[in-house]
């Protein structure tokens, strides 16, 4: 199986989990493709990385501490 397959599938697993029988993946997919955008950002160093995220995502709804916490773990396992 290709890596695309495993990832829709690992999706699909996770918002089964989370919604079960109340989510609609077409109109869930089609909110995303339309509603939604993804930033890249690079940077030089992950310190740099970690304050990007901490300003960008201030801006919003604030982040909850699992947010900061996986964050953190993301930081830890980069280093």
Known sequence: ???KKK???SC????WEIWG???NLELFA???MTRTFVVVVRTNSS???FKLFITVNSRG???TNADMLKNYKFRSYNK
């Open 1 to 3: 199986m290709g890596n």
């Open 7 to 9: 990832y829709c599938r």
């Open 61 to 63: 709804t604030p982040l």
């Open 47 to 49: 310190s740099l990385a």
């Open 30 to 32: 089609r909110y995303l």
């Open 21 to 23: 029988n109340n989510i």
């Open 12 to 15: 699909k697993s996770f918002l």
